[in-house]
């Protein structure tokens, strides 16, 4: 007697390109993200190109959850080329991709943009980028990053970490968040 075969579902040409395309797109944003810095860069385009971009954007997202595969097909493929236009753009407009010496971070809770330098060797180079940036970003180094902290609290960090591997130092909780927390209890809601 012989036994039957396993159902295997039939080849999907489209399900395989579009998943290769959604790999694509999300590795050309961590590159973006990487060279331009990810609150940076839209900042940097055409306003209408950054609305475009950010109405791409949505249909984007929208078609990653979907099963129309020939859907997220044309949407990632739109997504690529207006990322590589919008870097072109940011070219075109005189501003320079971020490198390892400064790196880009966006502070949410004051709505400050900064351009941090690891060397101070690029601390020139870090002013002449912000400059052609609106808004325009604080540009602090390393070095004065580490002076503002005193030095009781850089030996009280590095003893907690030295004895807990993977600890971080997190913003303190307010008063205000205490208050609205909900009470604990240990029956389930």
Known sequence: MR?????????????DKAYDLLAKVEQRKGEIDTNWGKDRFL???DPDLKDRLKIMSNKYEISKATTNYMAVINNCEGM??????CEENAKKRGHKELNGQV???????????????????????????SRNEDPQPVVISILELMTLIPQDNWT???NIKKEIPGSEVINPTTDEDIDNAPPITSFAP
């Open 80 to 85: 690529l080329r207006g990322l590589d236009l």
């Open 43 to 45: 900042n940097l385009i």
């Open 3 to 15: 036994r039957k075969a396993k159902y295997t579902p039939p080849k999907n040409p489209a399900k």
């Open 156 to 158: 009280f960090v590095k």
């Open 103 to 129: 790196w880009s971070y966006y502070f949410k809770r004051n709505d400050t943009k900064f351009l941090i330098v690891k060397d101070d060797h690029y601390y020139p180079k870090a002013v002449a980028m």
